[in-house]
């Protein structure tokens, strides 16, 4: 096993610098075939987490020695068995969930052929790339404890429009969790609003410092900075909104000297997708899912 691991990290090194070396949990199951490892947990979603997948994920952390299919289709079929046991068949609130180092892209149609689909992408932002603005009549300013409604009606809109990819999950307490969220944002965070005749039109917030220190495991590059939300109303929209809010966010963190920004945006969504890696990001990892976790 250590030969396959110690492979696995060397074969990510030489594709991404980026890529960090992670431990898998200590409780973590395991499943061996030739060439290959798999550390399997079950995680069941605080209230907190669930807005954002199924209430129980079942994760599967894999180590291929040269990342290829007849590696990655054996360990899969594994795993499968396992969750065949433990796992409700239909249960929609229960996904299979692999988190894939996105340019380690020989075997993933392996992934294709055992009913998984791309659901998600962190994505990284290396500091000093270059910060597209776009002129937009609007105020961009930090977010004040006034705004708090306004942006709790907006993190609500975010949160049912990204609902409907099969990623996030809308729940009876969504608006209390992301109403708390918001109000600890504004007081500790990175928050700035659009404002269009004294109304708020859109938001962004981001984390930086010891606020951040969560997603450091997932680069390699200390620390970092994360881009946690944006958002602007449809009525306005096309009109420069997010790339002003985009831009001042990004060169508040700059100047804050974070070496990389990450942030995770729904793959399938038609407006976040190209919006992203305009504004100079990159794939990192690609989260696959299968949900239900069994049919």
């Known amino acids: 096993m ?27 199951g395991r499943i061996e075939v030739p060439g290959a490892v798999g550390f399997f947990t079950t995680e069941d979603s605080s209230p907190e987490v669930a807005l954002w997948a199924a209430a129980r994920r079942h994760v ?23 969750l065949t046991e ?37 994505a990284v932002r290396p500091i000093g790339r270059p910060i597209p603005s776009l002129a937009t009549p609007h105020e961009v300013r930090p977010a004040v404890v006034a705004d708090i409604p306004a942006l709790v009606e907006l993190s609500v809109a975010l949160h049912s429009h990204d609902a409907r990819y099969g990623l996030v ?7 209390e969790v992301l109403a708390e969220e918001m109000r600890e944002a504004v007081a500790e965070g990175i928050v700035l609003v659009a404002e269009r005749d004294g109304e708020v039109i859109g938001f ?3 984390e930086a410092g010891e606020r951040a220190s969560w997603a450091q495991a997932m680069v390699l590059a200390e620390p970092t900075a994360y881009l946690s939300r944006l958002y602007v109303r449809p009525d306005a929209r096309s009109n420069g909104v997010a ?15 974070a070496p990389v920004t990450l942030m995770e945006h729904i793959l399938a969504n038609e407006f976040s997708t190209p919006f992203w ?13 299968r949900r239900p976790a069994v049919r």
């Open 2 to 28: 250590s030969d396959v691991v110690h492979q696995h990290r060397a074969r990510l090194a030489a594709l991404d610098p980026l890529f960090p070396t992670i431990t898998p949990p200590d409780d973590a």
């Open 60 to 82: 599967l952390r894999v180590r291929l020695s040269t990342g290829t299919t007849g590696e990655l289709g054996p360990l899969l079929d594994e795993w499968d068995k396992h």
């Open 86 to 122: 433990v796992c409700t068949p239909g249960d929609r609130d229960e996904a299979a969930v692999i988190n894939w180092p996105s340019r380690d892209s020989i075997a993933v149609r392996e992934l294709v052929f055992h009913g998984f689909s791309p659901a998600s992408v962190v």
């Open 169 to 175: 999950t809308e729940r009876a307490n969504a608006r």
């Open 204 to 206: 962004v917030e981001a």
């Open 243 to 257: 790339c002003a809010l985009a831009a001042e966010v990004h060169a508040r963190l700059n100047d804050l000297g």
């Open 277 to 289: 890696y305009r504004q100079g990001y990159r794939p990192l990892w690609t989260i696959w899912q």
